[in-house]
C-alpha cells in the first residue's frame, strides 16, 4: 500500500488497556494469515510517550506486521493493540514518491488529504522540507534527486501531518552505507526536534543501537520476543558516538542475542 492511502485507512486502534505514560501497546498479539502463515505468536510490548523503539529479528520474523498492526492497516487474530493517539504516520522502505508532481507536492500530499487552512497546510510543509535540509529543491522533480534525497521527501510528507507516532519500516534499507548513516543522523536530529514516539523496524544492529532508546529482538517466524536490550546512551545522539565503547558492547550483545533465534 503506498504512503499516499495511509492517513485515508488509518484506522482508529482500541486504547482502553493502555497504561498512563504509554503511547502504543501490543497484548498478547498473533497473527495469521489466510494463507495459514502465522506471523506472530503472542507478542506483547509497550512503547512509552516519546520513546525511540527499534525491533530486529530474521528476516519474515513479523517484524513489518507489528508496525502494520500499530498503523491500523491489519488487525491482529488474536490479542490486542492499542495506541494513544490517531496522529500516526507510516514511512515504508521505498519513498514512493510521485515522479510528475515536485518535491513540494509530494511532500504535500499528506496534509493535503486533512482537513485545515491552505495556509496551515503550507506552513507545515514548508517546515518540513526546512528541517529535512529540502527547501531549495522544493521544485525539483523526483528524478533530479538523489536516493537519500528522495527519501528525505518521504520523511517530509510525514512530518508535514506533525505525528505523534511515527512508525517506520526500515526506510533506510535501500540506501549505500554513507547516505544511511547521514540520513540515520538526520532521523535523530528531527526525533529531538518533534519529540515524536518512534517504533523503527530495522535489520541493521548498528543502526538499532544508535537511534533507540530499547532494542527489541525478535525469534525467527512465528515472531516471538526473544528479549528486550536498554541502551544506555545520552541524548542527543551524535555520529561520535558510534565509536564508543558503550555503543560497540550494546552492538555486540544485541549481535548475539539476534545470532541466538536465527
Not at 490486542?80 to 493517539?85: G, K, M, Q, Y
Not at 540515520?184 to 535489520?203: P, S, V
Request: proline share 6%; glycine share 6%; with cysteine.
Amino acid at each position: 500500500m503506498p504512503p499516499t492511502q495511509v492517513v485515508d485507512t488509518m484506522q482508529d486502534v482500541d486504547a482502553s488497556h493502555l497504561t498512563q505514560g504509554t503511547m502504543v501497546s501490543f497484548h498478547d498479539v498473533s497473527m495469521v494469515y489466510d494463507t495459514g502463515t502465522v506471523a506472530l505468536d503472542d507478542v506483547s510490548l509497550t512503547v512509552a510517550d516519546g520513546e525511540f523503539v527499534a525491533v530486529v529479528g530474521p528476516s519474515g520474523c513479523g517484524k513489518s506486521t507489528l508496525l502494520r498492526l500499530a498503523a491500523g492497516l491489519e488487525s491482529p487474530t488474536s490479542g490486542s493493540v492499542a495506541v494513544d493517539t490517531p496522529s500516526r504516520a507510516f514511512i515504508f522502505q521505498e519513498p514512493t514518491l510521485m515522479p510528475w508532481e515536485t518535491v513540494r507536492r509530494n511532500a504535500s500530499l499528506l496534509v493535503d488529504l486533512a482537513k485545515m487552512p491552505a495556509a496551515e497546510k503550507q506552513r507545515r510543509v514548508d517546515a518540513a522540507l526546512d528541517a529535512v535540509g529540502l527547501a531549495g529543491f522544493a521544485d525539483q522533480l523526483p528524478q533530479a534527486l538523489s536516493g537519500g534525497m528522495r527519501m528525505r521527501v518521504s520523511l517530509a510528507r510525514a512530518l508535514a501531518v506533525e505525528p505523534e507516532v511515527m512508525l517506520l519500516d526500515e526506510p533506510f534499507g535501500a540506501l549505500d552505507d554513507l547516505t544511511r548513516q547521514d540520513m540515520q543522523m538526520q532521523l535523530l536530529n528531527l526525533y529531538d526536534r518533534a519529540g515524536f514516539t518512534a517504533l523503527f523496524i530495522t535489520h541493521s544492529v548498528f543502526e538499532a543501537v544508535l537511534l533507540a532508546d530499547r532494542v527489541v529482538v525478535m525469534s525467527a517466524r512465528p515472531g516471538r520476543i526473544a528479549a528486550v536490550v536498554d541502551v544506555d546512551l545520552p541524548r542527543p545522539r551524535t555520529a561520535d558516538m558510534r565509536f564508543a565503547p558503550e555503543y560497540t558492547d550494546a552492538a555486540e550483545h544485541v549481535a548475539g542475542l539476534l545470532a541466538g533465534v536465527r
